[in-house]
């Protein structure tokens, strides 16, 4: 536990509470007033209001979208079904940036719809709304549609048997079964949506604003320290009460369900409703997520006329881009792939460790641990990085010109995941394998080898697959800690969406295509060697 442990406090909890005391203290003594200050400002309060309400809005959206989805996926045998699951999960693992600018390129002036029909809906809040069902829509599917292809379905149709009706079956007992796994995916997507930046950053305009987008605005633009330091406590508080509840619901969901092998329960669609719903699943994945997707390399290509690569060639001159950047576009990439490796190999090593000291003590110190581990999903990821520009300045830890700062910021997000991905296999190891391996002289290092590695090796490499797609994605500490000579892939996207003009609005768009497939040849790696098929997502 020691690594993990010094490696929080000091890349996590050092930065976040510097920040935090310089904007609630003033000559050395704290100021809790400011706390009533900021949150009776009506600007504030619309803000509070905005993040809560479409925060629920497009969580239940999403769910009203994506069950008919989870449960296509879980009962229904068809071809391509694994291809198809994979593509779904293709806006998951894209940065927001990414998924901002597909929408962008959907809705916005000059979009696809706007130069069909003259509709543009960017600057709405049904862009913000759509582009959140689109970033979830593989959270419920794969949470919910992994458990409902567990349950055994004689269950159901004993219910049948007895009398009840299809509907009633399905209420009385599929559904209280499916009820803990449901409430999960709702707050997993709320909490996604809650803390929402680079969509709203994006498609909001100056009208819309979350919290974490307001902690921007607040500490980038106006150097209001006090008030991002009360909007920061209060997302964490908000944000800590969601992960409680998230918590609660995955322990419900492990009391005892009569679980069968997926296989078993995928057939066929028999019938014309059958063929109907699988029919407006394929059609909901075609104009959700397909279309954005294909939006975006279209407006890569399109050239004034026809189609080229005309601003991928761009992306490599530095003359072109001397006004937006000190280095041409291009290196952003080769940046973003070093930086997303380092950081995958700091969040295996402390997520790994992590991970092995839960499965090997118990009691609520280690219970605190696994809650400290999560931290990084709620506090606001724009604290994180001025942070470390404010904290880590000084010797032995003056890294704010070194390269490994970004690595660092990125490692903190990934740490969860490799955590939550390498925990459940590492439990399932029988404690009395390396017992019998320490009998017959093995030293606990030789144990693990021998032992534990052989078993979490497919698990290692989901969880290495993880943390780089989410530290190649990470905007919110990267844009604050991020060079001008050295600019990751999202950052290079909001700085070129950022200004004016046909050439930069391509190139963003032919640098988020790039993203797009990075992150989506990494998961297609990541289907194949997934091991676990189980509710969690």
């Known amino acids: 536990m020691a690594v993990p442990v010094a490696f929080f406090a000091v890349f996590f909890a050092y930065p976040v509470a510097a920040i935090v005391g310089r904007g609630l203290k003033a000559d050395g003594v704290w100021q809790f007033g400011r706390f009533g200050e900021v949150l009776s400002r009506p600007d504030i309060l619309d803000v509070l209001w905005f993040t809560l309400w479409q925060a629920l809005a497009s969580t239940a959206l999403t769910l009203l979208i994506a069950l008919p989805g989870a449960y296509v996926f879980a009962r229904f045998d068809f071809p391509g079904k694994q291809l198809l699951r994979a593509i779904v999960t293709v806006p998951f693992v894209l940065p927001t940036v990414v998924v901002g600018t597909a929408f962008l390129a959907l809705l916005g002036r000059g979009g696809f719809l706007d130069g069909l029909w003259g509709v543009r809906l960017d600057t709405t809040v049904w862009a913000i709304l759509l582009a959140h069902v689109f970033f979830n829509y593989a959270v419920v599917v794969r949470t919910v549609g992994g458990l409902w292809s567990q349950l055994d379905p004689r269950q159901e149709e004993a219910a049948r048997v007895l009398g009840a009706g299809r509907f009633a079956a399905w209420r009385r007992v599929t559904l209280p079964a499916l009820a803990p796994a449901v409430a999960a995916a709702a707050l997993m997507v709320f909490l996604f949506t809650f803390t929402s930046f680079g969509v709203v950053q994006i498609l909001g305009g100056p009208g819309f604003s979350t919290l974490e987008v307001e902690i921007y605005r607040q500490t980038a633009q ?50 014309a409703g059958q063929w109907a719903l699988l029919g407006g699943v394929l059609l909901t994945v075609l104009v959700l997520i397909l279309l954005p997707l294909a939006v975006l390399v279209e407006r890569s290509l399109d050239v004034s006329g026809g189609h080229g690569l005309d601003y991928y060639r761009a992306l490599a001159s530095a003359d072109a881009n001397s006004g937006t950047f000190l280095v041409a576009p291009l290196e952003a990439i080769g940046n973003s792939l070093r930086y997303a490796l380092v950081a995958t190999v700091i969040a295996l090593i402390v997520g790994g460790l992590a991970a092995a000291a839960l499965t090997r003590r ?25 942070g470390f520009l404010i904290t880590l300045d000084k010797p032995p830890l003056d890294l704010r010109t070194s390269w490994i700062l970004v690595p660092l910021a990125q490692a903190l997000v990934g740490v969860p995941f490799v955590v939550r991905t390498m925990l459940p296999v590492l439990r399932a190891v029988d404690g009395r394998l390396r017992e019998a391996a320490a009998v017959l002289g093995a030293s606990p290092l030789r144990a693990w080898r021998e032992v534990d590695l052989p078993l979490v090796r497919r698990a290692l490499l989901v969880a290495a697959g993880f943390a780089f797609a989410v530290s190649l994605g990470e905007f919110g500490a990267t844009v604050f800690i991020a060079r001008p000579d050295n600019p990751t892939l999202p950052v290079a996207v909001a700085r070129l969406l950022g200004r004016s003009g046909d050439l930069n609005y391509g190139q963003a768009m032919a640098l988020s295509t790039i993203l797009m497939l990075v992150c989506a040849v990494s998961l297609l790696l990541l289907e194949r060697i997934r091991t676990d098929r189980s509710g969690e997502f």
Do not use: C, N, Y
């Not at 009460?241 to 005892?256: F, N």
């Not at 069968?260 to 028999?270: F, G, N």
């Not at 506090?379 to 001025?386: C, E, K, P, Y």
């Open 222 to 271: 106006l150097l209001a320290l006090p008030t991002a330091a009360v909007l920061t406590l209060v997302q964490f508080a908000a944000v800590g009460a969601i992960l409680a509840l998230h918590a609660w619901t995955v322990r419900r969901r492990e009391t005892a369900l009569k679980l069968v092998d997926p296989a078993q329960t995928a057939r066929r669609p028999s019938g």
């Open 362 to 386: 118990g009691g609520r110190l280690v219970r605190g641990f696994d809650a400290l581990l999560m931290l990084p999903l709620g506090v606001s990821a724009v604290t994180v990085g001025f």
